[in-house]
């Protein structure tokens, strides 16, 4: 099934699992995608920034998008696809769509600064992977250097058919989400999914201003899971009151450079993936700090038993 | 009693208060002012980027700063000064410090790069300011988009016997305190103070990690005493608590741009200042972005009292 | 006088000089701009960035205005009003205006980054100088770091009717001066004056794209006023043949950060200035450095007897 | 032979040659390095960012390292292998070096800032290619945002016995190379060669400040043998004049952005390659900026018969 605006719930980001020495743990990939499945995840995303998708080459970013997608089953997986060269997009994005792939995300290159230069890459990359492969504008300033107004990304949902998503991970980025649905409520406004990333750093208010649920990749993707069907329950304080007890560990996760050690930490200790390795170069755990995300665990499990690990 | 490194605890980041019509509201720092020191403040910074001093005309920055060190009394007052020429610097730190000001605060323009650039740059300000004022580092790279290392730190305070503090509001950085005091322990490791910024993010782990205190804006400055004096009362899970307590609302606040604005909204909400108006160009608070902070506030006051406003 | 779109020719940026002890040197400026006059220049721009203008407080930048207007008599003369708040630069603007400026030049703070953001901090600038107030846009993403599309410099003209010329200094920048052109022809597009600075790096071009000339502070503006006129008569290889034969120093001169130093060495030696002292932090000359600039002034002096000085 | 830091003269960087429809033309690769080995270069560079690495997977980019090192026979070449991951570099480096390449070259990713984030990222990235390749730094500010001070170099140099070039095209960078070779006089200042780069837009001065000769990808490559030729020969003069007609089209060339457009239109008007595709995204030439270059090459043939093309 090909992605399409209606997507919604949480697509948690899938990091990329290593053993010890470094190489692909394929074994690692199916368990996770087991767990991503049994935790009622309504799709996945592999070969992000924090899949080290940089950090593998083409065989190898094409066996991690194919054995995720196997093991996914009948879940939509979304495959990064970010390249310095539209060749190189188009030849992962085409190989990952017929090995069963439902779209892939595109990042902005850290180069473009106007609403024009944005608008123009995107048509380039979307002309360069054809009208047949949906996909998704992954917006996140913080890591990218690129803004993105909600005119402009209004401006490349109006361009491109095949744009279905925005991975919104802007910050601030609250008033960008009501600024986007209010743009669908008039004139051509072709509506889009919106799933929101950034650590989940403000997903308790994401939903509420009109987010379609989450993408992001932080340890307790069970818990973005119970808090984007809290909220479309209706039942806002529930929501907020799970969502407070993992701010915590949440807010340790989302630290620039040193949070992909601490995710992956966190999801070896819960026994979703075999290793913590990250390829070189990668920011490393201290043991002081180990030993504060274990105290964040032993703190959170006293309000939610999964961290109990 | 002039700053030295001694200098421990709670030092609130002071927002400059203005009327609705832009003009400096002086009874408003007064009123602040009594504030923070009935919640036990250990002293105040004024003129800081938060208390957008670059939107002050010389002569308004000085009556700002004696109006504030007037209102202190005998808690020390540390001045922003940071300024693009060092004449101008100089000017504002002397005069301040005529004044009754305890030191002064320097940040770094967003011109420097190299370790050296950033030496040069701090031995040329001390210098310009002159031996008798004790002064603070301001490191906020997620600001002024200069990064220091603990070494370049290092290398300022033994350059410049004058240098006694740093606000430290590295993202990440907990690992530069670690690093920072354990340089301490080694040949000439000049003890400096260690005051946190950044909103209060990690406070949690800041003073864990060997930092004296906090010197940040959250518009809750009693929580900030009670926390860092828990802290050294040993009572480690009962600061936690309190600061989980407040970490949802301190998140809301710590985002890049509005941030200010939501500052001076709880402040204004609280009664410690008569109006949220900052002078343009100023990001402002959506209605609904009003309606999340109640929200937050109306949620925190279960579990801190003080909320309740 | 006031500004208007018809403006063109050579508008000199004008340093502020300083004596040897950093206090503004009135005689200088007084010389400086008879000599302005003497070649033929349009008007003159003082209070630019490379004006060392955020080293200036307050009254001393209306001071030096004054003095810059007064000496030049019925040539137009632009202040730089730029600044943190819109308060500060309302007051620069209409002091400036009532001391008898032509005009005002605004440079855009260097957190904007969107199209929207742009616009939006130019509707505000504009707003707090009012409509009475001519100004310019100032476009220079090297330094700024904010990148300005066609598009958005039209829309800037389109939404403030008294902004009535474009500082271009974009590189590269030749087809930003076509495509604006272009725009002109179409629709609604109302006319400005494009100057264009840069140092003058591209200004052999920049005329045959439809630029109305220099807005620069290359140390010859002699050579600009005669550039700008060949061209405009048509002489396109005499005006190129007198381009190269300063454009190894031209290029020397448009360093980042050192070229102040440049320019000022040279003014000071053609006695255009007493001193070529700046205001600290600044970058200094080496006698390396020095020694350079003489043999390309000498090697000039073959070509161009103005550098034999 | 592997590279040592006796190096010297012209190393052009080469682009990589595609045809009408984005494949690799090695036919052009053996015409263009042919035309190197006549001019008398000293070895040549490829696979560097203006060779559009980026944009080749990494079976292309070996094919070209491989195509380069035949057909240069006994001329070195050094292969640029940066790239987000060790692993690939090494994969690359091992590769390349194993085919007959003299050194490889490294440029930082842009995330680095302080001095110790240089040092480390250096001595991990020379750890994993090992210590029997020859490498060289690349120091480019403008294109990497990486700001490298002479001290952070020679501390590169210390701690990694294989460094064994600077790649220098800092900007400015006169006082970097005068600072490099003063620190070679004290305590163990092993020695490097510098080549310099940045289009050759200060090459004129920087052979007289010490650098060793030029690695840049300007179209005119026999010109800048020539100019290294009459300095290292001490015709100071006869080096400028020829330096000078050049650069009038030098400085056309290097503009961000562009300059690889200008560059391959021109050395296809050489003959040098047989068309000036780049693999998209790219920037292109409009038709007026190519009648501008055609313009700048009439008048450079008056000077310099080898633009008559």
Known sequence: MPLDHTARGVFPIAPTPFDTDGRIDFASIERLTAFYREIGSDGMTVLGVLGEAPKLDGVEALDVAR?????????????????????????????????????????????????????????????????GVPWVIQDYPLNFSVVMSPGVIRRIVDENG????????????????????????????????IL??????????????????????????????????????GRRDDAHDLFDAHLPLLRYEQQPGVGLAVRKYVMARRGLIASDTQRNPAARLTPTARAEIDYLLARLSTRDARAGC
């Open 67 to 131: 054995c995720f997608i196997r093991a996914a089953g009948a879940l939509p997986v979304i495959v990064g696809v970010s390249a310095p060269g539209f060749a190189a997009m188009r030849g992962l994005a085409l190989a990952s769509m017929e090995a069963g792939a439902a779209g892939v995300m595109i990042a902005p290159p850290n180069t473009l600064r106007t609403d024009d230069q944005i608008a123009s890459y995107y048509r380039g990359a979307a002309d360069a992977i054809g009208p």
């Open 162 to 193: 095949s744009c279905v998503m925005l991975k919104h991970e802007d910050w601030p980025g609250l008033e960008k989400i009501s600024a986007l649905r209010a743009a669908e409520q008039v004139g051509t406004g072709r509506p889009i999914s």
């Open 196 to 233: 929101c990333g950034n650590g989940g750093l403000f997903l308790d208010f994401e939903t509420e201003r009109g987010a379609d649920g989450a993408m992001t990749g932080y340890a307790f993707p069970d818990m973005l899971v119970d808090l984007v069907s809290l909220q479309s329950d």
